[in-house]
């Protein structure tokens, strides 16, 4: 049987990398602040990411890159809310809400949204509390501190290992509060709380986090670490290191990729499917 990841009136299919859009809603996000903001461009970058291939729209209401500062939920929900409605309504793919506030996820889920995708992890006991009173999927995502001061010095003995017991010891938590299993997916959370060597040795390893027995989520698109590797400060400019990462990924065991260029990275994927032997 195919594994799958079930997300509210969804059950996807993870036995092949899904890719999920990434859709911020944000005036200030790194790679994309401010081109989608109104809601009226938010709907067509939506409707042209599931015509380019996505299998989910993340949407997401705050920047969480290094250094930014939060966003009040009753603002988060102003934003985001219209836009899962119609996305979820009008699309027929999974809307994810990208979110670290309670007030934000519960107004998400209750517009359409099947999945909540918290970068702090569950770390806040009301996350947890409305991911046990709803049946949305869940991204668990590790992340060092805080975004505002999350880049100051990260340390790890074991990077992959004390990322993996986090991710494992939520997982667990949430189960214990009424959480099926098939509802929860694990993130290593690259660029969040980490330097490039913690980021690059997360991917290599990849395989000992699948092992934890959960979907793996790899979001790793435009991100600095390939700003470093390329020596490219623009972030629009980071497409070939994002492709290189997506396909590493889905080489190495993830079930979903986060990206904002949908189109290349379906297109790659596709071509990987085709060597591997499968329908694409
Ligand atoms: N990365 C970002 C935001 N949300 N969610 C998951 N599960 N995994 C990630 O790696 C992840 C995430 C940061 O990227 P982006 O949304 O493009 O930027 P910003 O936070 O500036 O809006």
Redesign the pocket.
Known sequence: MSPVWRCGRFALDVSKTLVMG?L?V?P??????GEFEDPISALERGRQMVAEGAAII?V?G????PG?DEVPPAEEVTRVRPVVAALARDYGVPVSV?TRHASVARAAVEAGASIV?D?SGFRDPEMMQLAAETDAGL?I?HMLGEPKTMQSEPRYTDVVGEVGEYLLGRARELEALGVARERICV?P????GKTLEHNLELLRRLPELAELGYPV???????SLIGIVLAEPDPKRRLEGSLAIAMWAAAHAAAVV?V?DVYETVRVLRTWSAIEGESA
Request: charged residues 30%; aromatic residues 6%; without cysteine.
């Open positions: 990434v911020n944000t200030d996000s790194f790679s994309d602040g993340d997401g705050e920047s969480t890159r930014s990208d995708n970068v991204v995502m993130d959370g690259i660029g969040f989520l790899v979001g790793a698109s435009r991100k986060r904002h």
